[in-house]
């Protein structure tokens, strides 16, 4: 079997942005060429044309184009003849692509197509009640109507995808990511920086990061020792024009609260595992997510993790026993629950066992690489 996946981001150094989807991508790319599946990664909107191999994955980088008008509509022609040329050299049996902002949307392919929900455009616009450009709704609604089949990283996020954009849900197969288990091992759990917040994301208004602002607010009224660690690239704050969602959070902090935060800024992503293994919890307030490959990273190197409680959040932790799961707003709420594991230790412990359990048994990619190979048969063998 020969795959082709498409994607704007990939974790390498050639590739000029990656984040959560990214990691995802790679993790399920290189596990299926571990199970002899012939893996082809297209990455579009890249600063040159390059095709290399990665551990096994041929990665096709593809320029990024500007025309004299309709940008938009010649750019996804140009990569529609780039990737039926490489379909029919190397004869590439299926194409998955993203979501956001339909960019197969007029694109044929020479082979099926599969759809997968990272999260469109219109998912996150209903998941933050903020108004989405019609074109972005069109093209993505477009895209998704092209494609033979769907999969869907959670099931809330796929039952919010079809009402959006009126989906057939028996097409919609619901596949999680996936971590490589054995790069996620920490020996000394035990081990870490009392009274220590972590948060991982983007710095930006849909992640729940002014929210925690307020709840360390709290969590230092009663913690005068609380650290707060954010890593994450900053970003402009869409509701008040600001170009630092950051300087927003900074000032809601108090200043006792202020004195006691470290932000780091984008770091390597090699270096993230060293801080989430010296943080006492995690915390992850969002408001938009499909999954949150971050939070099954934690849990997998045993960190106590308070999450959102939306949709998507519920089939990663089980409240109270791998995690807790607290509305971002609920801010005395959420507060507590930091501060519940900040005081008990043996609770930390449990949780943190518990949570490294629930991602050996969801989370695995080695069987949600076997998951997508049956459903990636099942396609070609219906299409």
């Given at each position: ?192 920086d009392e ?7 983007t710095i ?111 089939e990663l ?67």
């Open positions: 079997m020969h795959i082709g996946l498409i994607t704007s981001e990939y974790p390498h150094p050639k590739v000029s942005h990656a984040a959560g989807i990214a990691t995802s991508i790679k993790n399920l790319a290189i596990a299926l060429v571990k199970k002899g599946v012939t893996v082809t990664v297209f990455v579009y909107h890249q600063n040159v044309n390059e095709v290399f191999d990665d551990n096994g994955v041929s990665i096709h980088l593809i320029e990024k184009k500007r025309y004299s008008f309709f940008t938009w509509y010649h750019y996804r022609k140009y990569l529609q003849n780039y990737i039926n040329s490489i379909i029919k050299r190397h004869n590439i049996q299926l194409i998955e692509a993203p979501d956001w902002t339909g960019i197969t949307a007029f694109i044929r392919f020479k082979v099926p197509l599969v759809i997968r929900f990272h999260g469109s455009d219109a998912y996150f616009c209903k998941l933050e009640n903020r108004k989405q450009k019609f074109k972005n709704f069109l093209f993505e609604k477009m895209a998704l109507k092209s494609a033979v089949a769907y999969i869907a990283p959670t099931t809330f996020a796929g039952e919010e995808t079809a009402k959006i954009f009126g989906l057939n849900r028996s097409k919609i197969k619901t596949i999680h990511y996936g971590i490589q288990l054995e790069a996620f091992e920490n020996k000394s759990p035990s081990n870490y009274n220590t917040l972590l948060y991982i994301g930006i208004r849909k992640k729940g990061v002014l929210e925690l602002a307020s709840i360390f607010n709290r969590v230092i009224e009663q913690e005068p020792r609380a650290k707060l660690k954010l890593i994450g690239k900053d970003s402009p704050d869409i509701k008040t024009g600001s170009n630092s969602t950051y300087q927003l959070v900074s000032n809601s902090l108090s200043e006792a609260a202020k004195r006691n935060v470290t932000y780091l800024g984008k770091i390597p992503y090699s270096e993230v595992q060293t801080h989430i293994k010296k943080a006492h919890v995690c915390a992850f307030p969002s408001f938009a997510e499909t999954l949150g490959m971050v939070t099954i990273e934690s849990m997998a190197l045993q960190k106590p993790v308070v999450n959102t409680s939306i949709g998507w959040a519920q932790i089980n409240d109270g026993i791998n995690g807790y799961l607290v509305y971002p707003k609920e801010i005395e709420i959420y507060s507590s629950r930091i501060l519940q594991l900040f005081e008990d230790k043996a609770l930390c412990t449990t949780i943190g066992k518990a949570a490294q359990k629930k991602v050996v048994s969801t989370f695995d990619i080695v069987k949600q690489a076997e998951l997508n190979i049956t459903y990636y048969n099942y396609i070609l063998a219906n299409s």
